[in-house]
């Protein structure tokens, strides 16, 4: 429809009036559900598990070397080696030398994938005793540290809950102004300085303004430059020693986001931050891009550390709790055909 001609108000005295059609109003665009976004991120990597079971499977029997064949497929989808044999042992038992059909094998995966990702599937615990309860969110540039602080900002004042973001990240003028948008956006205050600030400092002044203004919750956001590991080595060492001066529990929990489209690269992400930071939960960001999404198999298995949420989307609302059922599931690509 053309749009309506723009017209003067009507005097409410002019003796007439007009009854005109009203303009449509621009239809909302429409986003697929979470659940659907996550498969969706996640069908490259189920696609080609589902299209290798099925050439492996298919008119075989199972034997040492259609395990073994099976075996090289789940390490090639980044599974890691101590869940690629839990998952070709369990497919083993009973079903040697008879014929499975992929949907079996699919099965088995989503229930194997399930079981090394039930434990870390858990919430954040966040302790408003000593609050404020400080997170420090770490991370290599562009892993989404600060999209999903602010994310996760939107999700904690909605609850009711008062939280001061810091914005960290003293390098990059970009990273402040986009953390100053989310403070915004969420109606937390944003403590920032100059670019080229001392990261610590500014660290130490946040909590001290998180007490004055009666935060529950204080988010500092972090560099990420793995390109100068010693420098972001002391960085991240000073900002935590500096916080516990101020309170000897703080940073009561160090997030760790890992962007989901990297693969094995996001392993010796963790590895890293978790010496230099003491990193005590993760965050995988970009699920709903072209993910390889086995590589937090390997890390659940690996590291056991708590996977808080996920994200799946640069929206607001696009970070979700980790739920381990669903993610399996779109791995194996088990609820796609349901
Ligand atoms: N599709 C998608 N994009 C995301 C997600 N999380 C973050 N992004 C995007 O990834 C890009 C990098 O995110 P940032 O939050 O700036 O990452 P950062 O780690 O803070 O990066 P620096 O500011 O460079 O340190 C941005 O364009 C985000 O919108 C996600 O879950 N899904």
Redo the contacts with the bound molecule.
Sequence with gaps: MAPLPARPAIDPDAGFRLRQPTAPTPAEPVRAPWLLRLREGLSRSSNQLSGSIGSIFTARKLDEETLQDFEDVLIRADLGLETALRITDRLSEGRFGRSVSGAEVRGILAQEVEKTLAPVAVPLELDLEKKPHVILVV?V????????IGKLAAKLTRAGLKVTLCAG?TF?A??VE?LKIWGERTGSEVVAKAIGADAAGLAYEAYDRAIENDSDVLII?T??RLQNKTELMAELEKIVRVLQKREPDAPHTVLQ?LDATTGQNALQQVEIFRNVAGVNGLVM?????TARGGILVAIAAKHRLPVYFV????GID?LEPFRAKDFAEAIAGTTAEA
């Design positions: 991370g540039n562009g892993t989404g540290k600060t999209t999903t990240d990059r970009a990273a986009q956001d560099a990420g986001t960001t970009k699920l709903d891009g994200g799946v989307g640069e696009d």
